[in-house]
Structure formats: structure tokens, C-alpha cells
């Protein structure tokens, strides 16, 4: 140490206050919300508390049910209830049997079913023609002969088969019950077919009603000959002088 230098004297040995101190503040817990609440009593003096039941909340309003549709359903049981309803029975079927001769003694034309598809036009107008030939024999004598004057074979125009059904209208009601009589039920004797042939009564009946029926039609065809044809006079099977007439419009494809 230095022997000359001053001594040394300290002024304070406090620090001096510092006036910007932050207040002292005692930690308190948090309290977590809850759905009890306490209260004071409302009678009582003291400090107990009452516990009260958690408040419910509000009861929302029930949806309004939803109308439903004013559905009528079909009466199945009765089909007279439905008016709007189409009865399929009231339609027109295109089966119309043989019942009894009394009933259809005005019918000529018939329709014939279950035809073998590769059946022809020239080999159903022969077996016709053999029909009528037979009948006619073995009736000697009966003014009313088998004989028709109307035939149609519809036919695929792609692959040349028939459709397996054809029309021919009859000069007479008795003429169509003989086919009737010699057709229906019948197995064919070509192309070892297991089809049975039927006989029904045709939708449209008579030569001028089917005549209407088809002279607007358009076949889409190379050839006359899938044409419906008319023959007059009428075919029996021994006259070989019939002229033909075909019905509708060609279109060459």
C-alpha cells in the first residue's frame, strides 16, 4: 500500500431506495369453470353457502313434425278404384281363339302361329292351296267353298327367315273354321321343327279393312314378293288364272 496516499472514508453503506418497485402479489389458484354454482342464503345471516342444482339449459323447441305426402296408393285389390289407371285388360289382345263358331260367324280372317322360321312364302301358299283343293273335294255339292284372298308373311328382310306368324283372309267364315280344324295343334312336317302350329282369330277382320290396314305400310325390301298380295279372284287351290295385287310401298334399300 501506499503510505502518501489520502485515507479512505466511505460515505454510506447503504444502497439508495429504489421507488419503482413492483407490488407484491400472493399467488392464487385458478379455479376451473364449472356448471355448479354457490350463492348466498337468502334467509340466513351466516356465511354458509347454498348449493344449487346446475341450471339446465334452455329446452329447444321440438321440430315441427313434417307433413307428409298425401300419397294415395293404388288399390291393387281393386282395379276399378284407380280411375287414372290403365287396365291392360281393356286392351285389345291380338289372341283371339277359336271358342265358338256362334260367337265369330262373321270372322274370315286368321292368324297363324308358331310357323317354322325358315318356312316360305311359296311353301305356306301351297300347303293352303292343298287345304282348299282337299275341302272342296270332300264337299261336293256345298255352295260355300274354302277359298281366300288374302295373305301376308312378314318377314326379316336381313336374314330372309319368316317371323313366325302369317294372315289370310278367307272368302267365308266356314272356309276360316276348316282351317281352324285342319291347322291348330298340328306339328309341321319340314325342318324336323317342335313348334305347334295355332289358328286364332286375326285383330283386323276382312279383306278391306286389312287392304287399309297395310296400303300405307313401307317395306324396306328388294322384291315384291314380301309385299301383302291380294289374289283375284280368290285362290281354291285348282284355279290357276289368279292374278295378284300387292299392298303398300317398297323402299328399295
Known amino acids: 500500500m501506499n503510505p502518501y496516499s489520502p485515507p479512505f472514508f ?14 407484491f402479489i400472493l399467488p392464487t389458484p385458478y379455479l376451473y369453470p364449472s356448471r355448479i354454482y354457490f350463492v348466498p342464503s337468502q334467509f340466513g345471516v351466516t356465511s354458509s353457502l ?10 329447444q323447441p321440438a321440430c315441427p313434425p313434417q307433413k307428409r305426402r298425401d300419397v294415395k296408393r293404388r288399390d291393387l285389390s281393386n282395379p276399378c278404384a284407380n280411375k287414372k289407371r290403365s287396365d291392360i285388360r281393356n286392351v285389345p289382345t291380338r289372341h283371339f281363339d ?7 260367324g262373321w270372322k274370315t280372317s286368321v292368324m297363324i302361329k308358331n310357323i317354322p ?10 300347303l293352303l292351296d292343298k287345304h282348299c283343293s282337299l275341302e272342296n273335294q ?13 295373305f301376308y308373311l ?41 313348334k305347334i302350329c295355332e289358328v286364332t282369330f286375326a285383330r283386323i277382320q276382312g279383306l278391306d279393312a286389312l287392304k287399309m290396314n297395310f296400303v300405307n305400310s313401307k317395306f324396306h325390301c328388294n322384291s315384291d314378293q314380301f309385299l ?9 287351290g285348282t284355279n290357276f288364272n289368279v292374278k295378284s295385287r300387292f299392298i303398300g310401298k317398297r323402299i328399295s334399300s
Do not use: I
Not at 466511505?10 to 407490488?23: E, Y
Not at 301383302?228 to 281354291?236: H, K, L, M
Open 154 to 194: 312378314p318377314m326379316d328382310f336381313r336374314s330372309g327367315y319368316n317371323l313366325g306368324y302369317a294372315f289370310v283372309n278367307f272368302t267365308s267364315p266356314e272356309a276360316a273354321w276348316r282351317l281352324h280344324a285342319f291347322l291348330h295343334k298340328k306339328s309341321w312336317d319340314f325342318f324336323c321343327s317342335r
Open 228 to 236: 301383302p298380295v291380294e289374289f283375284f279372284p280368290p285362290r281354291n
Open 50 to 59: 347454498q348449493l344449487l342444482p346446475p341450471v339446465k339449459p334452455e329446452a
Open 117 to 126: 322360321s325358315k318356312y316360305t312364302k311359296e311353301m305356306l301358299l301351297s
Open 138 to 150: 270332300s264337299l261336293s255339292g256345298v255352295s260355300v267353298h274354302s277359298e281366300f284372298d288374302f
Open 10 to 23: 466511505p460515505s454510506s453503506t447503504l444502497l439508495p431506495p429504489f421507488h419503482h418497485h413492483f407490488p
Open 98 to 104: 277359336f271358342t265358338r263358331r256362334g260367337c265369330h
